[in-house]
């Protein structure tokens, strides 16, 4: 295969009249997918908007995503996905970082358009999925399926997408994943869990996240449907698997949870789910019980990022067959698995040298996967990438005899809250904007719901005081609302070193030292 739209025509030459999307009480084909795809593909190039150009999308979940997915393959673009839970400041910045030609919005996020409309550099189409114009020179997005089919010459080292991932600097990195990369991750997968055309996945995670991206083009590799829900609450989870007959679903433990105890989860017919997948921590045993006993399923955990495309690693089914009596056992819901086929895996230590097993050490990866490198950022891109092919993740893990991997640390300063990436910078940068903050070090604190939180450590000019709720509103102007505090330890001192550098160690030591797990 050459591309993602590659996986479309497969199915279409096979089985066209098989159904590939399910989405409310709208259905389509996958030959019906393939020509809506080369149709939206025509329409973009009536537009002017040719090979390379890149797209950026603020959309929920819904049929149309496959629409993009597979016609922005078709037309040669590059698919540029926005977090809509970011600040207007973060996804302007993302929209001209990547130079984007075109600009795709759900009615929903009209007022986020207008509010950066302005300040946009590149942009020269808007594309809205509503029925009414939101201003006079949006385009509707239905116009662009009134136009002959088109495909443009692809190779599998083309972009396909740029994903946007937090920075250690303070600035979002777009991580280039190429055809080539998506594919390769699709089929690793697809071998390692043995999808098939009977499946029927369920996405109920935003599929602007790669995460879910890649459960998508993994059961299109396979045949099988996809079914979707707007944004995820649990009704909506339950009601989606009964109607749909779901067979598979991409959820984060804090979703798995809040469906273990939801007070209507046993009046729905749950019986097609078999596997549930779920990433970004581990689950706690007690959850994963509870959610055993209420979908009857297997359940399989994912490890990676953005960069790896993202999957490294799968802690398979029979892996969560846990024995209570049995440590060994129990412990191994701590792993996020073995290296998936298609990558290697090396725990490399200080010196470079391969870590004993137990040791820890910086997690490399090597595979098709392995991004191309970060959009307009050639010196971060060489700091992770070598010329060898392997990727340094800058997470800390150990690897047991059996080669099960556990994380035990991030080296990069990020928190995971809810399957969320949180970049402490990011959130320090807003906080240090008050004039009352001194100083200030931002670390993630264990939370049941949601693994971590973020919690910033506060040291106060003399004479100007400021309250906790007033410091975690003053943030919320300027980043995510999600990637502000939860909560503000105000000290008279921050920990450093002799070089006056802060030691976020011991400030994590604090609160995690009832933990063995440093992270969620």
């Not at 469906?259 to 729905?268: G, R, V």
């Not at 809250?417 to 949180?422: M, R, T, Y």
Request: with cysteine; hydrophobic share 40%.
């Amino acid at each position: 295969m050459r591309s993602l739209l590659d996986q479309v025509r497969h199915w279409v030459v096979k089985e066209p009249q098989k159904f590939m999307v399910y989405d409310e009480d709208r259905k389509f084909t996958y030959e019906q997918i393939y020509d809506r795809a080369r149709r939206f593909s025509g329409g973009l190039r009536k537009l002017g908007v040719g090979k390379k150009a890149r797209i950026g999308v603020i959309m929920f979940n819904s049929y149309r995503w496959y629409d993009l997915y597979y016609g922005l393959s078709a037309a040669g673009c590059i698919l540029v996905p926005l977090n809509f839970r970011l600040a207007n400041p973060e996804i302007l910045y993302q929209i001209n970082d990547s130079g984007c030609k075109v600009l795709i919005f759900d009615p929903e996020f009209t007022n986020v358009v207008q509010g950066i409309k302005s300040s946009l550099k590149t942009v020269e189409h808007f594309v809205y999925t509503g029925e009414t114009s939101p201003f006079d020179e949006a385009i509707p997005y239905d116009s662009l399926l009134d136009a002959e089919p088109f495909e443009e010459n692809i190779t599998p080292d083309n972009v396909f997408g740029i994903y946007y991932t937090g920075g250690t600097t303070g600035l979002a990195k777009g991580v280039m994943l190429s055809h080539k990369n998506i594919l390769a991750n699709a089929l690793n997968f697809a071998t390692d869990v043995h999808f098939g055309a009977d499946h029927v996945q369920l996405s109920a995670a935003p599929m602007f996240h790669l995460a879910d991206g890649a459960m998508n083009f993994t059961i299109t590799l396979t045949g099988g449907a996809h079914a979707s829900i707007k944004a995820f609450e649990p009704v909506a989870v339950f009601q989606a698997i009964e109607k749909f007959k779901c067979t598979t679903a991409l959820l984060v433990p804090t979703m798995i949870n809040m469906l273990n105890n939801h007070p209507d989860a046993t009046k729905y017919d749950l019986s097609s789910l078999r596997l549930i997948v779920y990433g970004a921590s581990p689950i706690a045993p007690d959850v994963l019980q509870k959610a055993i006993d209420l979908f009857q399923c297997d359940f399989c955990q994912l490890y990676g990022m953005t960069e790896a495309g993202p999957i490294l690693t799968v802690l398979q089914p029979e892996d969560h067959k846990v024995d209570p009596d049995n440590p060994e056992s129990v412990k191994l819901l701590r792993s996020c698995g073995r290296e998936v086929t298609g990558v290697q895996l090396r725990v490399v230590d200080k010196d470079g040298n391969d870590a004993k097993p137990g040791e820890a050490g910086e997690i490399w990866a090597r595979g098709d996967n392995i991004m191309m490198g970060y959009w307009g950022k050639p010196i971060e891109t060489e700091e992770v990438l070598h010329e060898d092919g392997w990727y340094e993740t800058r997470d800390i893990a150990q690897m047991d005899e059996n080669n099960y991997l556990y994380v035990v640390d991030r080296s990069k300063d990020m928190i995971i809250s809810g399957a969320e990436n949180i970049y402490t910078v990011e959130v320090e940068n807003a906080v240090y904007k008050h004039p009352a903050v001194l100083e200030a070090a931002v670390i993630g604190v264990p939370d049941d719901r949601w693994g971590e939180v973020v919690k910033a450590c506060v040291v106060l000019k003399q004479g100007m005081p400021v309250t906790e709720s007033e410091l975690i509103e003053f943030c919320r102007q300027h980043i995510a609302s999600y990637k502000c505090p939860k909560s503000v330890d105000f000290m008279g001192s921050i920990p450093k070193s002799g070089a006056g550098k802060i030691l976020k160690r011991e400030l994590r030591e604090m609160y995690w030292k009832e933990h063995e797990r440093r992270v969620g």
